[in-house]
């Protein structure tokens, strides 16, 4: 069945940077889209970033856009988000996603990760 | 970007009450609209897609309907695993974006 498991929160200053991993596993990660979205605590879902299959494309969030870097390896079925100059209001769980595949095509996301919490606190 | 607008906030119903959530675009989505469902804790699951299509596995009891700017999710009859929190999300355009969340608390 397939599995995604981010790893990578924690504690992190601010203006500091952090980098996630999410480890995919069940399924054909070369033929997959990859997203980042996080939650606030008891807040709301956003959707912060989208790499296609091959990284051939990203798309960014604009509240993002420039700090963060979404990549992925898919060697070893791993997609990353890098995060710089990290603020307060990053302060989150952060999922990955796998866009939708079969009857339901395209940027919905069909299996989300357990969520990793990052804390930007000095 | 487009704003999903979701109402109400909280509703509030018994197990085998009608549940009728509301979610509003700023601009048309076509029916580029997909339905979540969040519990205390959990990841968010998919309930509904393409506005209304159900996903592998979940029960008949939630539909959607709607195209453009308004769109429906109904569950016919809760359930006592219901109650929660439901996201709606478009796909329609970069960015993409959710809406603000509707909780369906026991009352």
């Known amino acids: ?122 | 970007e487009i704003v999903l607008t979701q109402s109400p906030a909280t509703l509030s119903l018994s197990p085998g009450e009608r549940a009728t959530l509301s979610c509003r675009a700023s601009q048309s989505v076509s029916s580029f609209l997909a339905w979540y469902q969040q519990k205390p804790g959990q990841a968010p699951r998919l309930l509904i897609y393409d506005a209304s299509n159900r996903a592998t596995g979940i029960p008949a009891r939630f539909s959607g309907s709607g195209s453009g700017t308004d769109f429906t999710l109904t569950i016919s009859s809760l359930e006592p695993e219901d109650f929660a929190v439901y996201y709606c999300q478009q796909r329609s355009d970069w960015p993409l974006t959710f809406g603000g969340g509707t909780k369906v608390e026991i009352q």
């Open chain 1, 1 to 122: 069945q397939v599995h995604l498991v981010e790893s990578g929160g924690g504690v992190v200053q601010p203006g500091r940077s952090l980098t996630l991993s999410c480890a995919a596993s069940g399924f054909t990660f070369t033929n997959s889209g990859m997203h980042w979205v996080r939650q606030p605590p008891g807040k709301g879902l956003e959707w912060l970033a989208v790499i296609w299959h091959d990284g051939s494309t990203k798309y960014y969030a604009d509240s993002v856009q420039g700090r963060f870097t979404i990549s992925r390896d898919n060697s070893k079925n791993t997609l990353f988000l890098q995060m710089d100059s990290l603020r307060a209001e990053d302060t989150a769980v952060y999922y990955c996603a796998r866009s939708c595949a079969g009857d339901c095509f395209g940027a919905f996301f069909d299996y989300w990760g357990q969520g990793t919490l990052v804390t930007v606190s000095s």
